[in-house]
């Protein structure tokens, strides 16, 4: 099977510093890989897009400069929360793709920010 | 634009009983797909089942069923007698076919208790 994982698996940081999430996709390679947010009792929302070698495609309404996304290898995407807020406290989910056409996405287990 | 609306936020059930989970959604694109993911509590979202939206079959996985029905645009997940294994928070899902643009829209998520 395809496996993504991501670390850390949980961060708590003071507000005010930065963060950096790992998307690694473990025994395949990603064209796509995809970027979510989840707050407590809510649904995935979608926050970016990021292609290999390519900038990140950023959905409307989120900061292209406060959620900065590299995805500078087939095996691995980082998102990094800069200058974090309490407001950015979440659970960061990422999914990978192993071509543009396929469909299937598979998710990683999922990062839990916590911004004091 | 699309859409998911899962009408029912909180479903509690006593063990044994069947459940049925609703999906409405609503594309203007002609192709697509449908999903359902299960999110137990460990936060890891698992796939569960993608329909095409010109298959209208319905599809049974053990105690899992799906009821696929273009005409009123819905997507139901039935579980028959139900575990206390099945708590989890249930997202249906859907993406469009048109390779580039196939990013995943979900529901509000369906959280199911299983008492025993």
């Known amino acids: 099977g395809a496996v993504v994982s991501q670390h850390p698996s949980w961060v708590i940081c003071k507000s005010g510093t930065s963060v950096k999430i790992e998307c690694r996709s473990l025994?395949?390679?990603?064209?796509?890989m995809f970027w979510y947010r989840q707050f407590p009792k809510q649904s995935l929302m979608l926050m970016a897009t990021?292609?290999?070698?390519?900038?990140?495609?950023?959905e409307q309404g989120v900061e292209k400069d406060k959620f900065l996304i590299n995805h500078a290898s087939l095996t691995l995407s980082t998102l990094t929360v800069t200058s974090a807020h309490p407001e950015d406290s979440s659970f960061y989910i990422c999914s990978a793709r192993r071509q543009p056409g396929r469909w299937r996405e598979f998710f990683g287990p999922g990062t839990r920010l916590t911004v004091l | 634009a699309q859409k998911v609306t899962q009408a029912q936020t909180e479903i509690s059930v006593v063990e044994k009983e069947d459940v049925t989970l609703d999906c409405v959604y609503e594309?203007?694109?002609?192709?697509?797909?449908l999903f359902w993911y299960k999110q137990p509590p460990s936060g890891e979202l698992v796939f569960l089942i993608r329909?095409?939206?010109?298959?209208?079959q319905n599809e049974i996985s053990g105690r899992y069923s799906w009821n696929f029905q273009k005409s009123t645009s819905s997507f139901n997940f039935t579980i028959t007698a139900s575990q206390v294994v099945d708590s989890a928070v249930y997202f249906c899902?859907?993406?469009?076919?048109?390779?580039?643009?196939?990013?995943?829209?979900f529901g509000q998520g369906t959280r199911l208790t299983i008492n025993p």
């Open positions: 329909r095409n939206s010109f298959d209208e």
């Open positions: 025994d395949f390679q990603a064209t796509t």
């Open positions: 594309t203007r694109d002609t192709t697509y797909y």
């Open positions: 899902a859907l993406s469009p076919i048109i390779q580039g643009a196939q990013k995943l829209v």
């Open positions: 990021s292609n290999e070698g390519s900038k990140a495609t950023y």
